[in-house]
């Protein structure tokens, strides 16, 4: 089945530590999105990346860092330096010539 | 720079009664629309998308939006709601030949009562 993996569903951490969302995708899609979803303020963009070795930051990116080394793989970084890290995180990925976004399940941090 | 507003936080409608989610958005040119379903602990689904053509847009689960450009709208609407609809909704808009990003409305929980 061709969809968005994230892992892990649930992840705890200590303040002060980095932390590594994984994101992989088999749908053969040029770009890769990174969403932060908190209670009543709808998704808002982290990092986009429209091609290998290329990624842009998005509206809220301080204290965040990506990489795209592969086309199927964009993992995100939550560096201690990110005052709120605590949030639920979506992983989304598009082709180049349509508009949709297709979504991951979510990964849910909590940062203690 | 796009925006949407959502204008309803939380919608609480009977099961087989109609239901409205309200969406405005806010741009200079032209822009794409989409309406994603969140049900809880996941991520976003697809329910419909308006690029251009029809302004009445049918998507999955019954759903339906209407494109409303003087008064920048896509209102969602089902006739009859069931409890498996019961969710989160987010509008979103981007703009033709853009990076593609979306910029997402702040949602509308919708809750079936029966």
């Known amino acids: 089945d061709g969809g968005i993996t994230q892992s892990p569903k649930y992840l705890f951490r200590k303040e002060g530590q980095n932390v590594t969302l994984s994101c992989e995708q088999n749908?053969?899609?040029?770009?890769m999105y990174w969403y932060r979803q908190d209670p009543g303020q709808g998704l808002r963009l982290i990092y986009y990346?429209?091609?290998?070795?290329?990624?842009q930051k998005g509206d809220i990116a301080e204290g965040y860092s990506v990489s795209r080394e592969k086309k199927e793989s964009f993992p995100l970084t939550v560096t201690s330096a990110q005052k709120n890290p605590t949030a639920f995180y979506l992983c989304?990925?598009?082709?180049?010539?349509?508009?949709?976004?297709?979504f991951g399940p979510g990964t849910r941090l909590t940062v203690t | 720079a796009q925006s949407v507003t959502q204008l309803d936080s939380q919608v609480p409608v009977f099961e087989e009664a109609p239901v409205e989610l309200r969406c405005n958005y806010s741009?200079?040119?032209?822009?794409?629309l989409f309406w994603y379903v969140q049900y809880p602990n996941q991520g976003l689904q697809l329910l419909l998308k308006?690029?251009?053509?029809?302004?009445l847009v049918k998507g999955i689960n019954g759903f339906e939006a209407e494109f409303n450009k003087s008064q920048t709208s896509f209102h969602l609407r089902k006739p009859s709601v069931h409890i498996s609809d019961t969710a989160e909704y987010f509008c979103?808009?981007?703009?033709?030949?853009?990076?593609?990003?979306?910029?997402f409305g702040q949602g509308t929980r919708l809750t079936i009562n029966p």
């Open positions: 979103a808009v981007t703009i033709p030949q853009g990076t593609q990003k979306l910029v």
């Open positions: 990346s429209q091609i290998v070795n290329d990624f």
């Open positions: 989304a990925s598009s082709m180049t010539s349509y508009v949709e976004q297709y």
């Open positions: 749908l053969n899609h040029d770009a």
């Open positions: 308006y690029l251009s053509g029809s302004t």
């Open positions: 741009s200079s040119v032209s822009v794409y």
